[in-house]
């Protein structure tokens, strides 16, 4: 893609608006809390500390609207306090300006380095920056900073305090994380029924199972109806799949595919009933018609082997989600025992530790973390040092903006400054028009900061642009109230924001973090992983004794971490101003086909997985160790520009299938404990050939010829 093109998709992207669903009620409890700080350090302090304090409670607010599975009242406390301590240091150190740079400069690489530890706590490091850029102007002594400091950890505190006294849908985010998951798994219910091969995609999931770990407090007071449920969708998304599957589950047409059509539909409408029970906590609402599918005879007379034990393991596990719903539910599904397992999230004190070995894992030489940290410590110290010897005054605008901006990769810190630019401008100019019409005093520049804060947190996730408008009006507002006389900082912080967007912009621009070179690794990654999971799957056929769901469920993971980071990596990747290094879009896509198909075949030989007391598999063993070996070449031949070869993997099958050709398939125990019958071998023989021909499908698609942005054709690598 062309500068000029990402240029413009950037700006169209940062500048674009969305409906989403807004949140009025947490909106106005994170007003309120500014109000009362406001409200009550203007009485108590004056216009100045009062500045700083509802800069505190504004910033303690922001925080707890960040993605976060923790409680609000610790992301307050932790905005407030950090935010406090960073103000106090920053006054000590302001008045010498080439010590206030090197420790700007040193907790700014900081910030950067926090988006180790994920989103949320980059988001607070960066914006705690940001406004201790503009605290830091406020007290006059070292006695008021510590005055100011301490009224703005107040505000964190009474954030805090008002989420505990009024909360607003407790467990709210994991009800939605949950319920989530299982309309998703209905969704893909519902695709199935017209195409038997539906990619799923597994971010739902993992969103689900991130919002399931729990502190041993939050798993005291957590929900029934949250325990459980999702590790009860884990195991219905196999079985779907082996349902509609045409290869080892029904015929493509005929009245067992019509069959398995009701039964999706039927096992849809209940994961949308169960979800929607869970996302409220009402009720579980089941429709008649679904009820009816279920429990029809019908299933029995119509299907034999595996498609009759995939329905009933569904109608089972369908009757699990409906129980969880209703409030029975235990952890993982686990039995209903009072202790059940929980997955543990570590307290905050115990996160310290994790964080800390996150940010130092990132210091290397390639990584995009690193690569953002010195970016952003050099943006801001160039930027703060630009603001101080332009004559305009004002100067921390610009660094304030450079750390809001700027994120770790290209199109984020590009569309927000775009949007941030044009925020700016709107928001100063409505503020500045109202100040000049109603020459606001003291208090009614209080209240309107407060409004311009509501809005903020009102219409905040309906695009950057529009937060932008109401925080600089609310800037201009709250800073008029400490003393700033709006009409001589007009062009001030026009100016400065385009300065600082203009540096962020051109810092990426000079030292990059790319993904696009990347992509290749990455899809080595998912290919590995991919081999891992098959390869574990077929290990159980070869040695059901010895079966182990725990390693199939951890290579289960790994494949689907390595799948969402391949997504990720190729959907920023499109946004970049780099031409392909020898991967084209189109090969992307059908390599991204071929690998989703290479984990749905792996994932459906799960379903069918034998009891402990089955007979083992001839050649499974094989099978297993062949696909080990040849996906982790095929990964370094990816990684090497070259085409995988998967020689290993295709004689292994055509001597397998030559060695039974003419004897009967191996006898194995039905899952149901019903006695012998010829299952495990035919289903292991012929998952083995669409593993096969998942991984020529992915050979075929790096071998194809490559089509550059302008549409010309390249050889493939």
């Not at 949007?419 to 109202?434: K, L």
């Not at 198909?597 to 997985?609: C, Q, T």
Request: charged content about 20%.
């Amino acid at each position: 893609m062309s500068w000029l093109r990402a240029l413009k998709e950037t700006a169209r992207s940062g500048l674009a608006v969305e409906r989403r669903r807004l949140e009025p009620l947490i909106a106005i409890r994170g007003a309120a809390g500014l109000a009362l700080v406001l409200g009550t350090s203007l009485a108590l302090f004056g216009p100045v500390i009062a500045a700083s304090s509802a800069f505190g409670a504004y910033q303690a607010a922001i925080a707890t609207f960040q993605r976060s599975w923790r409680p609000r009242p610790v992301l307050a406390l932790v905005s407030g306090a950090s935010l406090a301590a960073s103000t106090f240091i920053g006054y000590l150190t302001v008045s010498h300006t080439a010590l206030f740079v090197a420790v700007l400069v040193l907790w700014t690489f900081v910030a950067g380095l926090a988006w180790a530890a994920g989103p949320t706590g980059g988001i607070i490091a960066s914006s705690n920056v940001a406004i201790m850029l503009v605290t830091v102007t406020l007290p006059t002594s070292v006695a008021e900073a510590a005055v100011h400091a301490a009224m703005i950890a107040v505000g964190g505190v009474v954030q805090a305090g008002l989420i505990v006294l009024f909360p607003v849908r407790r467990w709210g985010a994991q009800r939605d994380a949950l319920a989530d998951a299982l309309a998703g798994v209905g969704d893909y219910a519902r695709r199935l029924r017209h195409d038997p091969l539906a990619d799923f995609d597994p971010v739902l999931m993992m969103t689900a199972r991130s919002a399931a770990a729990v502190t041993p407090r939050q798993a005291r007071r957590r929900p029934a109806e949250l325990h459980g449920a999702r590790g009860v969708a884990e195991r219905i998304r196999p079985v779907l799949a082996s349902l509609a599957d045409p290869a080892l589950g029904v015929p493509v047409e005929g009245p067992e595919r019509d069959r398995a059509r009701e039964l999706l539909a039927a096992a849809a409408s209940v994961l949308d009933a169960a979800a929607r029970a869970i996302r409220h906590g009402d009720p579980v609402r089941l429709p008649a018609p679904a009820l009816a599918a279920l429990r029809t005879p019908d299933t029995e007379v119509i299907f034999t082997g595996p498609p009759r034990r995939a329905a009933d393991r569904l109608t089972a596990l369908l009757d699990d989600v409906i129980e969880i719903a209703e409030g029975g539910g235990t952890d993982e599904g686990a039995s209903a025992v009072p202790d059940a397992p929980h997955r543990r999230r570590p307290t905050l004190l115990r996160l310290v530790p994790l964080v800390l070995r996150s940010m130092r894992r990132e210091v290397r030489r390639g990584s995009p973390i690193l690569r953002h940290a010195i970016r952003l410590s050099a943006v801001v110290a160039a930027s703060y040092l630009l603001g101080a010897a332009l004559p305009f005054g004002h100067g921390y605008w610009a660094p304030m903006v450079a750390v809001m901006v700027m994120r770790p990769d290209f199109s984020q810190t590009y569309s927000r400054s775009v949007a941030r630019f044009g925020g700016t401008v709107v928001g100063v100019a409505f503020a500045g028009v109202i100040v000049q019409a109603a020459h606001p005093g003291t208090t009614l520049l209080a209240v309107l900061s407060v409004l311009c804060a509501l809005l903020m947190y009102l219409l905040m996730r309906t695009g950057y642009v529009i937060s932008q408008i109401c925080v600089s009006a609310y800037v201009v507002f709250l800073l008029g109230m400490a003393g700033d006389d709006w009409s001589q900082t007009v062009t001030e912080r026009v100016g400065l924001t385009f300065a600082g967007g203009i540096l962020a912009m051109a810092a990426y621009a000079v030292y990059p973090a790319w993904e696009t070179p990347r992509l290749r690794n990455r899809l080595a990654d998912w290919l590995t992983s991919d081999g891992r999971y098959a390869a574990t799957v077929v290990d159980q056929y070869a040695d059901p004794e010895s079966r182990s769901n725990e390693d199939v469920r951890n290579a289960l993971l790994a494949t689907r971490e390595a799948r969402v980071a391949w997504q990720e990596a190729l959907a920023t990747a499109q946004h970049e101003p780099v031409r392909h290094r020898g991967i084209s879009r189109s090969a992307a896509d059908d390599a991204q086909h071929a690998l989703a198909r290479l984990g749905r075949v792996a994932m459906v030989l799960e379903a069918h997985l034998p009891t402990g007391s089955a007979a083992p598999v001839p050649g499974a063993a094989e099978l297993a160790a062949a696909l080990r070996r040849s996906t982790e070449k095929g990964a370094k031949a990816v990684r090497e520009r070259r085409v995988p070869e998967w020689e290993a993997v295709r004689e292994t099958v055509a001597h397998w299938d030559g060695a039974e050709s003419g004897s009967h398939a191996v006898t194995g125990e039905d899952s149901t404990g019903a006695g012998p019958a010829p299952v495990a071998a035919p289903v292991v023989r012929e998952g083995a050939g669409l593993l096969l021909e998942a991984l020529e499908e992915f050979s075929r698609s790096l071998d194809a010829p490559a089509t550059r942005d302008d549409g010309s054709r390249t050889p493939g690598p």
